[in-house]
């Protein structure tokens, strides 16, 4: 995601000024915001359901459903939407994996666990085509923490089972 290079309010170029985007002629900053994207760990008959990626980044390889949230869209919603995009399956929401964000990264991504309620599995237009995996094995990831996610989620879910 690069920078705007031009003032929204006026057109004017745009200067760093405090490590802000600042316009050169009506001095107004612009904010950056972090960008939310929402992933789903889903499994069928105990496996996970991960998606080959057909788009950049990281085209041909496998990862989680997941997709940018909509402004104004409820999380839970948006990740719901992008499951049934790419996988052509109903789910609801059922807890929070953790957030995950880096340093100079623009995106904060919202991992869910998820219960499958319905639809039929088919690979959606963003999708190569969908795999199911058993999480012990799995194939190599797109992104750099996805292991790392993987993992936090096979924590939450075992403590949720133990209660
Ligand atoms: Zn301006």
Request: hydrophobic share 55%.
């Given at each position: 995601m690069e920078d705007p290079r031009?003032?929204?309010?006026?057109g004017a170029p745009l200067a760093r000024a405090q490590g802000r985007p600042s316009c050169q002629r009506c001095g107004r900053v612009s904010y950056l915001d972090p960008k939310l994207a929402a992933a789903a760990m889903v499994t069928v008959d105990g496996r996970l359901l991960l998606v080959r990626r057909a788009i950049e980044p990281a085209i041909g390889k496998w990862s989680f459903p997941s997709g940018y949230v909509d402004r104004g869209e409820v999380v839970e919603a948006a990740v719901a939407r992008e499951v049934r995009e790419e996988t052509g399956l109903e789910v609801a929401v059922n807890w929070l994996v953790g957030l995950y964000s880096r340093a100079g990264n623009a995106v904060v991504l919202a991992v869910y666990d998820v219960r499958v309620r319905g639809g039929e599995m088919h690979p959606g237009v963003e999708a190569m085509e969908l795999g199911l995996f058993d999480p012990g094995s799995l194939p190599d990831?797109?992104?750099?923490h996805d292991m790392a996610i993987v993992e936090d989620w096979l924590r939450t879910r075992t403590s949720r089972t133990r209660r």
């Open positions: 031009f003032c929204a309010h006026c990831l797109a992104f750099e």
